[in-house]
C-alpha cells in the first residue's frame, strides 16, 4: 500500500554526485568551479539589510532580469528567475509535457531529463548521438511537446552549432529548451535565436561558470509569451532575496568573470593534453570538464582514484562505461590527478 | 496556438500580495513579521564562508534537519527542507495529486491550493467550513489523494483542534498535510500526530514566525517513507546553502523566537480588541493576522487604508467581501491603523 502515484513510488530519484565531507578530496566530480566566487557576492552578503530578510522578495526578482537583460541584449521581460538551473527545467516539463505531450532530448545527456519525464508521467523520448555527438536528424521528427538539447552537452563536453539548433526549432511545432548550464565556457551560445523562434527556450545557470552552486540560481531566456506561461506556474517567491540580490552582483561583476573563465579554460586545455598523453581519448570539451575516454571499462580507475582521495564521475551504462567525466580544477589539482594516474603505472 | 498544455495556457496564476517599493508604506497586507530576523541570522550571513557558495549545498540540508528534529522531537529522517512551505505543497500536489486522484480542501483558505490543483490538472474538491470554521466532518469523505488543512487557517486565523485532525487522519484513506505555516502564533500544533499516522505531513515555514520572509524556507515533518518518497522528487539541491545555514541559526535561537512570538501576541490581542471598539467583528486570532469583519463591503475601507499608506489584504469573494485580513503590525503601525479608521469617521 502506498500513498503516492504509481509513477512516484517506482521512481528511482537522480543521484546527484558525491558531496563529501572531508575538505582534502580534490572534488573534480560536480562540475564546479574551483574559484571563488567574484568578492561583489562576498559583499552583498556582509551588508545585506535585514528587512531583505523579513519581507518577502521581488516576486519576479525585477532587479535580477534588468541586469541580465542589459548584459544579453534582450528585455527582463524575456528572463524568468528561478532556484537554480533544475528548478526551469522541471517547470518545463510540467507546463509542457503530459501522458500524451512527449519529452524528447538526444542521449547520454543530462540524467535528470528521463527523472522529470518520469515524475510528470510523459512520455520521454530519447535519440542517441553518433559517436561525434552530432544533432541527430530524428530529433525533429519526435513530435514531442517539449525537446531539450544540453549545448555544450554533458558528459561528452561536446557542442553543436548553432545554426543547427535554429533549423531545429524552426522544424520542430513544440518547444525546444536549450540547456545552456555549460555555455559560459563555450564560443557561442544561442540566445540570439530567442529573437526569431517564439518557442525557443534558453537555460543559464550560475553554479559554473559564476562559482555560486551553493547559491541555487539560474534563470531561463525566450519570448515573453513563454516566460508569462512559466511564471504562473512557479512558486510565486521561487527565488529568494540574498540569491537575488547576489546574483545580480555576480553576473554584473564581468570583469572578474572574464578572468575566471579564460583561467578555467587555459587548464581545461592543459587538462586535455595531460590525459590524451596518458593514452586517454579526449574530445575537445567546450565546458568546465572533460569526458576521458579509456581503452576498456573505466569503473577500476574510477575507484582507485577515489581511495586516493580524488572524484571524478563515473557512470555504469553501456555509452558511458568506459569514460570519466572529469572536472578541470585549479593548476595543482588537475596536476595531482595526472600524477596519480602516472602513479597507476601509465 | 500555444505551446502550454490547455491547463496551463487557461490558469490564471496566483496573485501574491503587493509588494510596493516605498519603504513608507505601513504594509499589513502579506503576514511578514514586523520584527527583524535573530541576529544570528545576520552573523551567518556576513561570516558566510565562500566555499560554501562555491559547493552544491548538502543535497538533504542534513545539519538543519538535524536542528529541527531536536527542537521538535523527532528523527532528522522525519524532515524534509523545501525553498520556502509553497514549495513542499506543489510537490505534495505532484505527488500524490492526478487526473483520477484529488486534492481536497476546507474553504475559504490558502488561495494557492486551487492554482496548484490546476496546474497538476487534478480535480479539487471544495468543503465550506461552516460560520464557526469547524472542520467539516464531510472532508472525510471524498476520497481525495490529498486532503490540505490550513491550521491555523488563513485568512481566518480561526483553529481546528488536534485531536479532530487525528480523527480526520484516521479516517482518510489517503494523506493528510497539515499547513502550520502560521503554527507558531497557536497554542497547539499536530506534530505530535506523525508517530500514530503514516499520512500526516506537517508544513511549517520560517517566514512568519522567524521573520524570514526574503529567505524562502520551510520543511515537512513526517513518517520516514513519506518523506523519502517526496525527496525522490525535489530538485536535487532545492534549498540553498544560505539558507539552510540561516535557517539553523534561526530555530536554535529559541529565546529569540519566544520573546519575537509573545510579543506579537499581546498586539495581537491589543489590535483585536481596539478593531472590535470601532466596531469590527473579529474573531480570536491563532495567527499573526486578525480577520475583521465590516457590516458591509469592506472594498471602500480597503482602497481608503491604501491611498493613506495602510496596506491590508482584500478579496471579492462572496465569503470574503465584508473582511479585511489585517497583519499584527508594531505596535506603532498597529495603532496608526486604528487612528487611520478613525479619522474616517468610526
Redesign the interface.
Known amino acids: 500500500m ?4 504509481d509513477n ?2 517506482k ?4 543521484v ?2 558525491e ?1 563529501p565531507a572531508d ?1 582534502d578530496v580534490i ?1 573534480l566530480n ?1 562540475n ?2 574551483p ?3 567574484s568578492p561583489r ?2 559583499d552583498v ?2 551588508n ?1 539589510n ?10 519576479f526578482g525585477d532587479e535580477f532580469r534588468t541586469a541580465a537583460a542589459k548584459i544579453h541584449g534582450v528585455s527582463p521581460e524575456n528572463i524568468i528567475c528561478t ?2 538551473g ?2 526551469l527545467l ?1 517547470l518545463c516539463v ?5 501522458a500524451d ?1 512527449a519529452l524528447a532530448y538526444p542521449v547520454p545527456t543530462y540524467s ?1 531529463y528521463p527523472v522529470l519525464a518520469k ?1 510528470e ?1 510523459c512520455p520521454a523520448v530519447e535519440i542517441p548521438f553518433d559517436e561525434q555527438f552530432n544533432l541527430p536528424a530524428k530529433l525533429a521528427k519526435t513530435h514531442a ?1 517539449l525537446t531539450i538539447v544540453c549545448n555544450p552537452n554533458a558528459p561528452s563536453a561536446t557542442f553543436v552549432p548553432i545554426n543547427e539548433l535554429a533549423s531545429l526549432a524552426d522544424e520542430l511545432n ?2 525546444l529548451l536549450i540547456d545552456e548550464a555549460y555555455a559560459d565556457f563555450a564560443e557561442d551560445n544561442a540566445i540570439r535565436l530567442i529573437k526569431d523562434f517564439d ?1 525557443v527556450i534558453i537555460l543559464r545557470s550560475l ?1 559554473k561558470g559564476y ?7 539560474g534563470y531561463g531566456i525566450a519570448d515573453r509569451n ?1 516566460i508569462n ?1 512559466l ?3 512557479k ?9 537575488l540580490a ?1 546574483a545580480k552582483a555576480a553576473v554584473e561583476d564581468r570583469r572578474y568573470f572574464s578572468d575566471n573563465i579564460e583561467k578555467i579554460k587555459a587548464e581545461r586545455n592543459r587538462l586535455t593534453e595531460n590525459l590524451r598523453k596518458l593514452g586517454f581519448k579526449v574530445a575537445r570539451s567546450h565546458t568546465n570538464f572533460v569526458q576521458a575516454q579509456w581503452r576498456s571499462d573505466a569503473q577500476e580507475l574510477y575507484e582507485k582514484l577515489k581511495s586516493a582521495g580524488i572524484l571524478v564521475r563515473y557512470w555504469k551504462s553501456p555509452q558511458l562505461a568506459d569514460k570519466l567525466r572529469i572536472t578541470v580544477g585549479t593548476a595543482r589539482q588537475n596536476d595531482r590527478l595526472i600524477e596519480q594516474l602516472k602513479n597507476f603505472g601509465f
Chains 1, 2 share one sequence.
Open positions: 502506498t500513498y503516492f502515484r512516484i513510488e521512481l528511482d530519484g537522480y546527484p554526485g558531496q575538505a572534488k560536480t564546479e568551479n574559484y571563488p566566487p557576492v562576498i552578503l556582509r545585506i535585514p528587512e531583505k530578510l523579513r519581507k518577502y522578495p521581488q516576486p532556484n537554480g533544475d528548478e522541471s510540467r507546463a509542457f509535457c503530459a505531450r535528470l515524475i508521467n511537446a513544440g518547444v518557442n553554479s562559482s555560486l552552486a551553493g547559491l541555487r540560481f513563454l506561461g511564471i504562473k506556474i512558486d510565486s517567491y521561487n527565488a529568494d532575496a540574498i540569491a547576489a
